[in-house]
């Protein structure tokens, strides 16, 4: 199935670095979302982003919509050892059954080391 | 927690077995969806719901499956015949809000290992 372009695929920090990430697809959508997940478990929503051009932030978290609605990154700030864990962006469109269903990257596995 | 409850986290079966999960969504909730992720790779649309009715299923959705929400509340997926290449987490996820609101919310999967 179709997946968006998210890089890098792993990062390997120190604590107290920022980190920047981001997704890219050929395709527009109306809605950039991220979740991280922590292993064995879904994935939890950090933040949503509804309008070409927002920037939203969550705490250490920012992350921006593209304006051409093809891409998004997400920033953390300052990293600390419970960042660690896999980031996926996900592009949401609406489809001709009226689900929204939402297309992910494959991800970005993120260590933190102390 | 989020709130969406999956049954059971974890099933080991024999290639050629049935198996059935249950996904129990926020309550308010009526969109409903099923997804499948592999190791290394985000989850996969698998299909949608709208109260009972399936409105879209992906092409991953082989005749061996069947996915059912009676009443519009909790959904169960079948798969019929499994295989190895069966063997992933398969995550339900419910959609509370509207628009700029809306939001997608997982629940913790149920991990199905095909032997």
């Known amino acids: 199935g179709q997946q968006l372009n998210q890089s890098p695929q792993s990062m390997f920090i120190q604590e107290g670095e920022d980190v920047s990430m981001n997704c890219t697809s050929s395709?527009?959508?109306?809605?950039w979302l991220w979740y991280k997940q922590d292993p064995g478990e879904g994935p939890v929503l950090l933040i949503a982003?509804?309008?070409?051009?927002e920037l939203t932030s969550n705490g250490r978290l920012t992350a921006q919509f593209g304006i051409t609605r093809k891409d998004s990154f997400l920033n953390i700030s300052a990293s600390i050892p419970s960042d660690v864990g896999i980031y996926f962006c996900a592009g949401q469109r609406r489809s001709q059954g009226g689900s929204e269903k939402l297309v992910f990257g494959k991800g970005t596995k993120l260590t933190v080391n102390p | 927690d989020t709130g969406v409850s999956q049954d059971p986290r974890h099933k080991i079966t024999k290639r050629g077995q049935n198996v059935t999960f249950r996904c129990d969504p926020i309550?308010?909730?009526?969109?409903l969806y099923w997804y499948r992720q592999t190791l290394g790779q985000g989850p996969e649309f698998l299909t949608y719901?709208?109260?009972?009715?399936?409105?879209?299923k992906s092409r991953l959705l082989s005749d061996r499956f069947s996915a059912e929400r009676p009443k519009g509340s909790f959904s169960t997926l079948e798969i019929q015949r499994t295989e190895q290449g069966d063997s992933a987490m398969y995550l339900c996820?419910?959609?509370?809000?509207?628009?700029?609101?809306?939001?997608?919310?997982f629940g913790s999967g149920t991990q199905l290992s095909v032997l």
């Open positions: 395709s527009i959508f109306n809605t």
């Open positions: 996820a419910t959609v509370g809000g509207w628009g700029t609101n809306e939001k997608l919310f």
């Open positions: 982003l509804y309008k070409a051009g």
């Open positions: 309550s308010e909730h009526n969109r």
């Open positions: 719901f709208q109260n009972e009715a399936q409105l879209e």
